[in-house]
Nanobody, 125 residues
């Protein structure tokens, strides 16, 4: 049973930082593509950052230079370091995983079958 559990969300002021974690269990972690997505009320789920099975990363243009995705295979954990946060970054953040995702689709939520429950990030101005 694949399980993804996010943590690390919270409330910060604009310009602050947060680090999200996604603990993974139930599969061989290093063989999967992993991604971070976010969704705010009334908006579609948006791909933020993703990492493929070879460690290649993709970052959405809206967060380039501010967000970094990384993983610790020994701990089976995916991270999202978020710096210089803006109020528009406020959303529920989800991690997702799947066995094989085409490079060009890494930030497409429809490509992922396994999802965590989400962690809320709120950025105040």
């Amino acid at each position: 049973q694949v399980q993804l559990v996010e943590s690390g969300g919270g409330s910060v002021q604009a310009g602050g930082s947060l680090r999200l974690s996604c603990a993974v269990s139930g599969y061989t972690y290093s063989n999967y593509c992993m991604g971070w997505f976010r969704q705010s009320p009334g908006k579609e789920r948006e791909g933020v950052a993703a990492i493929d099975g070879d460690g290649g990363t993709m970052i959405a243009r809206s967060v380039q230079g501010r967000f970094t995705i990384s993983q610790d295979n020994a701990k089976n954990t995916l991270y999202l370091q978020m710096d210089s946060l803006k109020p528009e970054d406020t959303a529920m953040y989800y991690c997702a995983a799947d066995v094989s995702v085409a490079w060009r689709s890494l930030l497409s939520s429809s490509e992922y079958n396994y999802w965590g429950q989400g962690t809320q990030v709120t950025v105040s101005s």
